[in-house]
Structures are given as C-alpha cells and as structure tokens.
C-alpha cells in the first residue's frame, strides 16, 4: 500500500463547477501538506501549503487537513479553462531529513469552457 | 533568476548508453533533488543532496548515481540505460527542509 493515496483521474467539469481533489495517507507522522499544479509539459509548482489540521484559503482554492481521517483536500471555486492541469499532493513529516516529500499519483483536471 | 533549469530537454538513447542529466539552480538552495515521474506513479525520488559534497538516497536509486561539486549544480548519471529509466526526469531544489520545492522544466528521456 503507497503512503499517499490520490486519485488519478482525469476529472472533467464545466466552467464555474466547483473541484474537490483529495488524498488519503497512512504515516500518521505527516505534518506538512502541499498541493503543487503541473501544466502539461511543465514542472509543478506550488500551490497550497498547510501545517497539521485545519482550513487555508488562497483567492478561489481551499486547502483542508483533517488528520484524524488523514484525508487532505483541496477545492476550487469557479473554476477555469486555465485550472486544466494535474494537481499532486505532497506530505512531510515534522522532522525530514533532507526535506523529502512524499507525493500522490496526480489527478488530471479538465475545465471545459 | 532562471530557478532550476535542466539540460538537455530531450534525449533518446539506446540500451547500454551512458549519458548525464545536469541541473543547476540560481537560488543559493542548499537540497537539491532528482524525480522520475511516470504515468500513474507520481513523482518518485531518486536521489537528493542536503550541501556540496553530499548525496544520498531516495526511493529508487538502482541503475542512477549523483554528483554535487558544486552548491549551484547537481548532476544524474545512468551508466548503463535500460528502457525501464524511460521517463521524465525532475530537478527540484529548496532552500531549507520543509520549505518549498522550485522544480525544473523536466528531461524526457527514452531508452529504445
């Protein structure tokens, strides 16, 4: 079994739909998490980056931790053509050598205008 | 600043070659990382670098080596290509541990 589960997809929306894209984990250790966004043919980028449990907004994306199901989330509101790309999510123990990033599969989003 | 900028862009070898992936960052980043990323797996770490002069292992380092003589650089060697090393390769670098990974444009590599 992977330490990060994510679902890989594709997922396909209208325009203005909101996006739910989720991930499971099994290291209860995890503490930090980040959803990075990776455009075809391009390397990711961080998006979202959370410490331990709770909400952080960021304009229309929404991280959540909830580390008592170890399930994180992230979701758009409104979404656009430009959102059309994979989202990974990326985990960390509090103390990381080296700062080793554990990541999910990737789930491929597609907004159709 | 150009970030993390990785060459070549593209590569086509054929089994037994030899060839180095470089990676160099203008950041002043101490880690330094190599991702393979296949359809379905995610990004898998193959080796990272915490300084010069220092490497060490990741999640899938057989058929790889790496080098870090210099701070700005970080390089991947396949000594021996095997069509199993197809893929798209990754550099990412970050400044200290649970900060922000900056990743390269990517090298896609096929071994025929």
């Known amino acids: 079994q992977k330490e990060v589960e994510q679902d890989p997809g594709p997922l396909s929306v209208p325009e203005g739909a909101i996006v739910s894209l989720n991930c499971t984990y099994s290291n ?5 998490f980040m959803w990075y966004r990776q455009y075809s043919r391009k390397g990711p980028e961080l998006l979202m980056y959370t410490y331990s449990s709770g909400n952080k907004e960021d304009g229309r ?4 931790v909830d580390k008592s199901s170890k399930y994180i989330s992230l979701f758009i509101r409104d979404s656009q053509p430009s959102d059309s790309a ?8 509090l103390y ?6 554990i990541f999910g599969q990737g789930t491929e989003l597609s907004v159709k205008p | 600043n150009a970030g993390v900028t990785q060459t070549p862009k593209f590569r086509v070898l054929k089994t037994g070659q030899s060839m180095t992936l470089l990676c160099a960052q203008d950041m002043n980043h101490e880690y330094m990382y190599w991702y393979r990323q296949d359809p379905g797996m995610g990004l898998r770490l193959i080796h990272y670098s915490v300084g010069e002069g220092t490497t060490a292992k990741g999640e899938v380092p057989d058929g790889y080596n790496v080098s870090r003589l210099k701070k700005q ?9 095997a069509p199993s090393q197809t893929s798209v390769y ?9 900060n922000e990974q900056f990743f390269g444009p990517g090298t896609r590599l096929t071994v025929l």
């Open chain 1, 96 to 101: 990381n050598q080296g700062g080793k990033l």
């Open chain 2, 73 to 81: 650089n970080f390089l991947l060697g396949l000594e021996s290509a």
């Open chain 1, 28 to 32: 209860s250790a995890f503490q930090y």
């Open chain 2, 90 to 98: 990754f550099c990412a670098s970050s400044y200290l541990e649970d």
């Open chain 1, 61 to 64: 994306f929404t991280a959540q």
């Open chain 1, 86 to 93: 994979t989202y990974l999510c990326a985990m960390s123990p």
